[in-house]
C-alpha cells in the first residue's frame, strides 16, 4: 500500500530557531500534498495545499512567510516553520495524493510532533 | 467547514461490534463518503469510502442509507487496538481536500 513517511518524528527547539519537517512518499509519486496541524484535543486543520513544482496554497490564516513549504519533487515535501514561537507546537501532519490514485483517497504520514520552549 | 455529524464519543465492548454513525444530510449526488480514524498520536489511517452502495473490506464495513443523508461505519468485531477518534468525511471528486470534523471518539473497553 501507499506509504507516507515524515522526519522528524518529533522535535524541540528554541523560540526564534526554524525547523524543517519532511514529507516523503515512499512508494508512488505524489502530485498534490497537504500539511495539516493538529492541536491537543482537536481534529486537524488543513494548512496548505502544495502540487510538485508550483507554489503552495495557503488556507486563510496561515501566514505563509511564517510556513515555508517546497513541493520540489514527486517524492517529497517540506514545512519549514520560521523564527518558531511556543504557539507553533503542534502536531504536524502531511499526506498525499497521486494522479494514479483512482479511489481519490489521500494517505498520511504518521505526524511530527513540535514543541518550541 | 465540515459537512458531517458525529457523536462526541462512544464506548464498545471488546469483541462486539462498533457501530459508529454519521449524519450528512446535505451530501450532493458526486460527494463521497470516506472514514479515516486515528490513533493517539498518530497520523489518520484510511478505513474504507462509499458512494451510494454498501462497502466491505478488511478492516469495516459502510452502510449509506438509500437517501445517502447518514452512513454507519461497522467494525464487526472490535478489539482494544480499535480505540481511536473516527472521523467521517464527505468529499466531493478528484480536486478536493478532506475536512476534518471533531470526530466520534472510540473506547473499546476490555
Known amino acids: 500500500g501507499a506509504v507516507v513517511s515524515q522526519h522528524p518524528s518529533w522535535v524541540i527547539c528554541k523560540s526564534g530557531t526554524s525547523v524543517k519537517i519532511e514529507c516523503r512518499s515512499l512508494?508512488?509519486?505524489?502530485?498534490?500534498m497537504f500539511w495539516y496541524r493538529q492541536f491537543p484535543k482537536q481534529s486537524l486543520m488543513l494548512m496548505a495545499t502544495?502540487?510538485?513544482?508550483?507554489?503552495?496554497?495557503?488556507e486563510q490564516g496561515v501566514e505563509k512567510d511564517k510556513f515555508l513549504i517546497n513541493h520540489a519533487s514527486l517524492t517529497l515535501s517540506t514545512l519549514t516553520v520560521t523564527s518558531a514561537h511556543p504557539e507553533d507546537s503542534s502536531f504536524y501532519i502531511c499526506?498525499?495524493?497521486?494522479?494514479?490514485?483512482?479511489?481519490?483517497?489521500?494517505?498520511f504520514g504518521p505526524g511530527t510532533r513540535l514543541t518550541v520552549l | 467547514d465540515a459537512k458531517t455529524t458525529q457523536p462526541t464519543s462512544m464506548d464498545c465492548a471488546e469483541g462486539r461490534a462498533a457501530n459508529l454513525p454519521c449524519n450528512h444530510s446535505?451530501?450532493?449526488?458526486?460527494?463521497?463518503v470516506y472514514w479515516y480514524r486515528q490513533i493517539h498520536s498518530q497520523g489518520p489511517q484510511y478505513i474504507i469510502h462509499?458512494?451510494?452502495n454498501n462497502e466491505t473490506n478488511e478492516m469495516a464495513s459502510l452502510i449509506i442509507t438509500e437517501d445517502r443523508k447518514s452512513s454507519t461505519l461497522i467494525l464487526p468485531h472490535a478489539t482494544l487496538r480499535d480505540t481511536a477518534v473516527y472521523y467521517c468525511?464527505?468529499?466531493?471528486?478528484?480536486?478536493?481536500?478532506?475536512?476534518f470534523g471533531p470526530g466520534t471518539r472510540l473506547s473499546v473497553l476490555p
Open positions: 499526506s498525499a495524493r497521486t494522479l494514479a490514485d483512482s479511489y481519490n483517497e489521500q494517505f
Open positions: 512508494d508512488f509519486q505524489a502530485t498534490t
Open positions: 502544495s502540487n510538485e513544482g508550483s507554489k503552495a496554497t495557503y
Open positions: 446535505t451530501i450532493s449526488g458526486n460527494e463521497y
Open positions: 462509499g458512494l451510494k
Open positions: 468525511i464527505v468529499r466531493e471528486g478528484y480536486g478536493q481536500n478532506f475536512v
